[in-house]
């Protein structure tokens, strides 16, 4: 069989037999990443290929760029002291399960603090993605979202202190580096919007790619993994959207989308078949367990407990905030890689967080009885007003007389008496075929 044919099946493979098995509520992630673990497990170290390792690397590297261009910090001011508060809880734990893996599973203070952090970090981008499914009311998914990030924030920073802290002096290089490029990236934009996208317009989506895959290498180089370069691409390019309004726009968000939704599942195919055969033991099964019996109930209830104190929402409420936020399953794999490959993890305990990170991505599937899945096609979240702005001028363009109303900030209080003043409305008369009747 030729390479060629090899890859077209694979891609059809990844592509089409996963979408079709989310009818039975398995995530399509799970479906890539099975698949991946068949082929490590069929042809062994030739399941490795480079062509399918720099797809990985394209795939969840435009994941992070999309979960960075979703970072609005007005509304992250908005709930700013109630995130304070769950951001100073998490530190707390992340502190209290790094140390319970330094005093007792035996390991290294940073292999204990990636641990914690594959353990209760929620994968931001995947939940994103999967957010409009769940029929979450929309002040459920404000929290959601902006937990999501905060805390995605919060674990890169921590991330790149622990990697590096362990020798002082590559920490100073890698931090001046990284300054360095937080400073640099904005002005690479602005140039490139003054003396590229004006001559070649449609541009911006393929810049900020290109921008983010250069930032997401420089700090592969770095030690800390691609994720955090591109996602601080995606995060610079969304502060930069007044200047630059096209930069993140909406298409270039839905085109971010698409483009991370072609080559995730390949991250997914490519982390399966890196899966050691001593994973897949009895012992790995439970010791996953275990970590899913102890961890999951403890995230999903600290984040419980914690909206019921702070808001007093009702228990259903507080529930499915904390459910939407259980799956871990992009960061735990990105992390027990690091583990494996930088700190010698035994196999046991990667099987242990592949197993834990699977039941966490189930869990809303089963609750919410919809399957998660990295699906840039849905729509989560409110539209930027610059972006509503563009549907409307579009929609008219093509005649739409239903073309969506300027958004207006009127209160509910302020409307009440508007209402009372029309007086009541008329009433209406039954119609006496109404449809199927």
Same mark, same amino acid.
């Given at each position: 069989m030729s390479r060629e044919l090899i890859y077209l099946l694979l891609i059809f493979g990844l592509l089409v037999v996963p979408r079709a098995l989310q009818r039975y509520k398995i995530p399509a992630p799970l479906t890539c990443l099975l698949f991946g673990i068949v082929a490590m497990l069929v042809w062994g170290d030739e399941s490795h290929d480079t062509v399918v390792a720099m797809l990985a690397t394209l795939g969840i590297s435009s994941l992070f760029l999309f979960? +960075? @261009?979703?970072?609005? @910090?007005?509304?992250?001011? $908005? /709930?700013?002291?109630?995130?304070?508060?769950?951001l100073v809880i998490r530190t707390a734990t992340l502190f209290g399960v790094g140390w319970l893996a330094w005093r007792y599973a035996g390991m290294g203070w940073q292999a204990a603090g990636l641990l914690a952090l594959a353990l209760l970090t929620p994968s931001t981008g995947f939940i994103l993605d999967s957010l409009a499914r769940l029929g979450l009311d929309e002040e459920e998914r404000f929290w959601v979202t902006s937990k999501a990030i905060a805390?995605? *924030?919060l674990a890169l920073v921590a991330l790149f202190v622990v990697l590096q802290a362990g020798d002082?002096?590559?920490?100073?290089?890698?931090?001046?580096? @990284?300054?360095?490029?937080?400073?640099? !990236?904005?002005?690479?934009?602005?140039?490139?919007?003054?003396?590229?996208?004006?001559?070649? #317009? /449609?541009?911006?989506?393929?810049?900020?790619?290109?921008? +983010?895959?250069?930032?997401?290498?420089? %700090?592969? $180089? @770095? +030690?800390?993994?691609?994720?955090?370069?591109?996602?601080?691409?995606?995060?610079?390019? &969304?502060?930069?959207?007044?200047r630059m309004p096209r930069l993140a726009s909406h298409e270039n968000l839905h085109a971010v989308r698409l483009f991370a939704s072609f080559?995730?599942?390949?991250?997914?195919f490519n982390? /399966? %078949? $890196?899966?050691?055969? +001593?994973?897949?033991?009895?012992?790995?099964l439970g010791l996953g367990l275990l970590l899913t019996a102890v961890v999951l109930p403890l995230r999903v209830g600290v984040v419980w407990l914690q909206r019921r104190a702070l808001f007093g929402e009702k228990h259903g409420a507080s529930l499915r905030v904390s459910v939407a936020l259980a799956p871990t399953l992009i960061f735990t794999l990105v992390l027990a890689a690091i583990l494996r490959d930088r700190f010698a993890l035994p196999d046991a305990w990667f099987g242990a967080? *592949?197993?834990?990170?699977? !039941?966490?991505?189930? *869990? #809303?599937?089963?609750?919410?009885? %919809? #399957?998660?899945?990295?699906?840039p096609a849905e729509d989560h979240g409110p539209v930027h007003p610059d972006d509503a702005g563009? &549907? &409307?001028?579009?929609?008219?363009?093509?005649?739409?007389?239903?073309?969506?109303p300027?958004?207006?900030?009127? #209160?509910?209080?302020?409307?009440?008496?508007?209402?009372a003043a029309a007086g009541p409305a008329p009433a209406t008369r039954a119609d006496p075929h109404p449809p199927g009747g």
């Open positions: 979960a +960075g @261009l979703e970072v609005e @910090l007005s509304a992250l001011r $908005k /709930g700013l002291w109630p995130l304070v508060a769950h805390g995605e *924030l002082p002096m590559r920490m100073a290089l890698s931090s001046t580096a @990284l300054i360095a490029m937080l400073v640099g !990236l904005p002005l690479v934009f602005v140039a490139l919007g003054r003396w590229v996208a004006p001559h070649a #317009p /449609g541009s911006e989506f393929s810049l900020l790619v290109m921008v +983010g895959m250069i930032a997401a290498f420089a %700090t592969a $180089k @770095l +030690g800390v993994y691609y994720l955090v370069g591109a996602f601080v691409a995606g995060l610079i390019a &969304r502060l930069l959207r007044e080559f995730v599942p390949f991250y997914f982390a /399966g %078949t $890196k899966v050691p055969s +001593g994973a897949l033991s009895f012992q790995a967080l *592949l197993l834990y990170a699977t !039941l966490t991505t189930i *869990l #809303p599937s089963l609750v919410f009885r %919809t #399957p998660f899945d990295v699906d563009d &549907r &409307r001028r579009r929609a008219a363009a093509a005649g739409n007389a239903a073309a969506e300027e958004p207006t900030a009127v #209160p509910a209080a302020a409307a009440a008496p508007a209402v």
